[in-house]
């Protein structure tokens, strides 16, 4: 080999040695020994429900009276092995298979745009795969707060009460014929669509014949485009329940105008459906979202029907307030509910002679959430920033 050619072979190799300790530098959220992607590393997958195995044991608790300590029993176990089974038949038919690495930094990243209201990169595909394995806790979640409406732990308004108690998620009607539309907003990979799902499949007992549900999701990121029709046959196979329908529905941007071209196929879709989510997706961007005065949140709650449910998570509740000012300042006829300690905002769109408000515990809970950004305001301002997690011997 000339010198030349070592001197170029060195230099790859330099580079090469650079770039992988760069990538292995990089700040990472570790994952720990629940997670799906480290189970299945050590061969720790194993008795996954078939649909007939999820179908006899809805059929086993359909006698149980909602709102009951069983049937919160008997939602949890039947609930706990149905999300199984969809993460399991996703991951045997992943578009790409996931990369823990990548993950890993995608995992910190989300954190990090929380706290500056940035919104990190989805870019690449493996760590999208990666997400759409670990986090379908957000599916139970929202799955919980359907039936929560039937826990006597829980108060909520009677307005937010009858839309959800009286829709296909918790109520089965063999006569409706009209499908249920649901629009999921920043919805990539399909977590919400897998929620209403969920609540659907068990309130219907396990019945295949179960409702027409249609999900809409749209995204910034592009790429969720092919994990979301995998999520949607995933949970349609695993749950046995041929007439739900998760679609990808186009581009979405919360930060522009509904009139913006990134909003065009969204825009069409908003005044036939029935419950609008946003999830864990309107921190991250707060910066814009602010800039632009929240001009696609007062559009999007102008533009719909009433009767429209909104569901809006987040990780922390410091937005809320702000998104209150807006709905009072500018659509007063919407009601407006807070679950458990705040990390979801719930609306429904009432008629025009509808007036907004709050109960006085909710009230006492808008106050805490204006403390809790303020102090968030200050820390960012004093240089706080948040660490990787120390991994001893890295």
């Known amino acids: 080999m000339g010198i030349v050619s070592k001197v170029c072979f060195f230099t790859l190799f330099i580079l090469v040695e650079v770039q992988a300790f760069s990538a292995e530098?990089?700040?990472?959220?570790?994952?720990?020994?629940?997670?799906?992607?480290?189970?299945?590393?050590?061969?720790?997958?194993?008795?996954?429900?078939?649909?007939?195995?999820?179908?006899?044991?809805?059929?086993?608790?359909?006698?149980?009276?909602?709102?009951?300590?069983?049937?919160?029993?008997?939602?949890?176990?039947?609930?706990?092995e149905a999300i199984s089974a969809i993460r399991?038949?996703?991951?045997?038919?992943?578009?790409?298979?996931?990369?823990?690495?990548?993950?890993?930094?995608?995992?910190?990243?989300?954190?990090?745009?929380?706290?500056?209201?940035?919104?990190?990169?989805?870019?690449?595909?493996?760590?999208?795969?990666?997400?759409?394995?670990?986090?379908?806790?957000?599916?139970?979640?929202?799955?919980?707060?359907?039936?929560?409406?039937?826990?006597?732990?829980?108060?909520?308004?009677?307005?937010w009460t009858e839309a959800i108690v009286d829709s296909p998620m918790l109520k089965y009607n063999d006569r409706r014929e009209k499908s249920f539309k649901v629009i999921s907003l920043g919805g990539g990979p399909a977590y919400d669509f897998v929620a209403v799902a969920l609540a659907s499949a068990f309130s219907a007992n396990g019945r295949t014949i179960g409702h027409h549900?249609?999900?809409?999701?749209?995204?910034y990121e592009t790429g969720w485009s092919d994990l979301v029709e995998a999520m949607g046959h995933s949970s349609r196979r695993a749950l046995n329940q041929p007439k739900m329908n998760c679609e990808w529905g186009g581009k979405c941007d919360i930060t522009r105008s509904l009139t913006d071209a990134n909003n065009e196929n969204l825009n069409v879709e908003i005044y036939d459906c029935?419950?609008?989510?946003?999830?864990?997706?309107?921190?991250?961007?707060?910066?814009?979202?602010?800039?632009?005065?929240?001009?696609?949140?007062?559009?999007?709650?102008?533009?719909?029907?009433?009767?429209?449910?909104?569901?809006?998570?987040?990780?922390?509740?410091?937005?809320?307030?702000?998104?209150?000012?807006?709905i009072k300042t500018n659509i007063p006829e919407i009601q407006v509910d807070f679950y458990k300690s705040g990390r979801q905002m719930l609306l429904v769109k009432k008629h025009v002679d509808y007036e907004t408000s709050l109960s006085k515990e909710d009230g006492l809970k808008l106050i805490e959430f204006e403390r809790i950004a303020k102090d968030h305001e200050k820390k960012i301002k004093l240089g706080w920033e948040r660490q990787s997690m120390k991994v001893k011997g890295v």
Request: net charge neutral; charged share 25%.
């Open 88 to 159: 399991y038949d996703l991951s045997q038919n992943l578009p790409y298979p996931a990369d823990k690495s990548k993950f890993e930094h995608l995992f910190y990243n989300l954190g990090v745009a929380a706290d500056n209201g940035v919104m990190p990169s989805f870019e690449d595909r493996s760590a999208r795969s990666g997400y759409a394995l670990e986090f379908f806790n957000r599916s139970r979640d929202l799955a919980d707060l359907f039936f929560d409406l039937y826990n006597p732990m829980y108060n909520f308004s009677d307005t």
């Open 274 to 326: 029935q419950v609008i989510i946003c999830q864990y997706c309107i921190a991250e961007n707060a910066q814009l979202l602010r800039e632009s005065n929240f001009i696609f949140f007062k559009e999007l709650f102008q533009k719909a029907a009433p009767n429209t449910c909104f569901i809006l998570s987040e990780t922390t509740p410091r937005l809320w307030s702000e998104f209150y000012e807006l």
């Open 213 to 219: 549900i249609e999900g809409k999701i749209f995204d």
């Open 25 to 80: 530098a990089l700040p990472r959220k570790r994952l720990g020994k629940k997670s799906f992607i480290q189970k299945q590393e050590r061969g720790e997958i194993q008795n996954i429900a078939t649909p007939q195995e999820l179908y006899d044991l809805a059929q086993k608790y359909s006698d149980r009276k909602p709102g009951s300590a069983s049937y919160r029993r008997a939602w949890k176990h039947w609930c706990v």
